[in-house]
């Protein structure tokens, strides 16, 4: 008689701060789990522990895994997307920045993080800021980071100062829940959120004289 050892996987997720270096992080979870999956913002994926870094070839590896997968049960990888969205909302991101070329555009960025520390807007592309977060200080569930978050309904907006340029940097994600399946309508409304809040931090950061 054949016994099947059944294993009971825990699900686990641990939110770092955005860099390719915090995607495989000693310390963050319970040491108990084993890392199955890590992402950052700028494309990056590891998948298992073997290399702690960026690794595309691993994470093209299992794509291709489960696009042959999908296919044999007569469906595509956007079948599988659609569903994921169908439960969770569809979930878009976007980024913007800024340069300051001039001789003091170090100084000019930290002036920028300083007004919007000093008054973070209440309202975000008519979003309510229900929340803000200051990396740089204390008591936070992450590491001490020159990074604000504004939490605002149905989304927030993460703004920190590059840490190679002189430069501003914001991402902003939005979640829009589906509603009677219509997938595309969500699609499209989590992309105009996306693009509202960041036009929104554009604003703001472009507002007044350089130094």
């Known amino acids: ?3 099947q050892r059944q294993m009971c996987i825990r699900d686990s ?3 770092t701060l955005t860099g390719f270096k915090w995607i495989v992080r000693p310390g963050l979870a319970d040491r108990s789990l084993r890392f199955v999956f890590g992402y950052e913002e700028a494309l990056g994926y590891a998948t298992g ?3 702690r870094d960026k690794d595309g070839i691993t994470a093209a590896l299992l794509f291709a895994e489960l696009a042959a997968a999908t296919r044999a049960d007569g469906r595509t990888v956007c079948d599988l997307l659609d569903d994921l969205w169908r439960r969770h909302g569809v979930h878009r991101t976007g980024l ?3 340069r300051f070329d001039n001789p003091r555009g170090v100084a000019n960025v930290a002036a920028k993080m300083a007004a919007l ?3 973070p807007p209440t309202v975000l592309a008519d979003r309510a800021v229900n929340a803000v ?3 740089a200080g204390s008591g936070t569930r992450l590491p001490i980071a020159d990074a604000l978050i504004l939490e605002v309904d149905g989304g927030r907006v993460v703004v920190r100062p590059s840490g190679t340029e002189p430069m501003v940097k914001a991402y902003a994600e939005v979640v829009e829940p589906v509603g009677r399946d219509r997938v595309g309508d969500a699609e499209r409304l989590a992309s105009e959120g996306v693009s509202a809040l960041l036009d929104s931090v554009a604003g703001l950061m472009e507002d007044g004289a350089d130094l």
């Open 96 to 98: 913007w920045a800024k």
């Open 13 to 15: 997720y641990a939110e």
């Open 1 to 3: 008689i054949r016994r």
């Open 117 to 119: 520390r000093g008054a």
């Open 133 to 135: 977060v200051d990396l």
């Open 49 to 51: 522990d073997a290399v």
